[in-house]
């Protein structure tokens, strides 16, 4: 399945000063892609696998006119936002983004994932999202096409946290170690090599995205 991938971005700064890119909110949901076929309607996950999708989605699908293929996430409660249009009656949109945004708000008649132009409006949505706890923002350019996989023209920057850890295990098999902070465990963090593995007991600084209800650090690394 042809989809578009994105790429981590280290420094948002060119970005947010370039009027060649935007930004969009990043969602904490699951990659879903929604093709409107006549009177049917399927979702698909990023692993081409076929999928329900909620009877509102596919309510929302059915108003349109048109039959569509269109990315997006799938939120809590049946929610679904879009994010992307991939195809519209049988053939590619080969249209760059800006266009392809256009497109989608006529085509999707449900929710769309927010969007912000200009530097100011992009430190806002970071800042905002920061503030909330939110995943991170994505940044694209507005001229690039739909790129199948992994594009420099779709940057995501993650919404990461740091704080100080102490190690309480270390898995040399695994490479990995397990963090804690006054005796409660954080779970489990990976090392990306031998020669980075520290002792137990020693204090670093762990870069993690949230704490799980479980009491875990979400995707959490060694900070540099």
């Known amino acids: 399945m042809n989809i578009q991938l994105l790429t981590d971005c280290a420094d948002p700064e060119p970005l947010f000063h370039s009027p060649l890119w935007c930004a969009e909110v990043k969602l904490d949901g699951d990659w879903r892609r929604v093709v409107k076929s006549g009177k049917e309607v399927i979702g698909f996950t990023r692993e081409g696998n076929r999928v329900a999708l909620s009877e509102e989605t596919v ?6 006119p048109f039959d569509f293929v269109l990315d997006g996430e799938q939120m809590p409660a049946g929610r679904f936002v879009a994010f992307d249009i991939y195809g519209l009656m049988g053939s590619p949109v080969l249209s760059d983004n800006s266009a392809r945004r256009d497109i989608l708000c006529d085509v999707w008649k449900g929710e769309v994932v927010e969007r912000v132009i200009g530097e100011e409006a992009k430190r806002e949505l970071c800042e905002r999202v920061k503030a909330s706890g939110g995943e991170g923002i994505v ?34 098999a695994k490479c990995s170690i397990e963090v804690s902070r006054h005796g409660v465990s954080f779970g489990g963090v990976p090392v990306q090599s031998l020669a980075r593995l520290p002792k137990v007991g020693d204090k670093i600084l762990v870069k993690y995205e949230r704490v799980t209800e479980k009491g875990r650090l979400l995707r959490a690394v060694l900070a540099k």
């Open 59 to 64: 309510a929302l699908a059915m108003l349109s």
């Open 139 to 172: 940044l694209k350019r507005v001229d690039a096409p739909y790129m199948e996989g992994r594009t420099p023209y779709c940057q995501r920057w993650k919404n990461y946290q740091q704080e100080v850890f102490e190690v309480a295990s270390v898995n040399i």
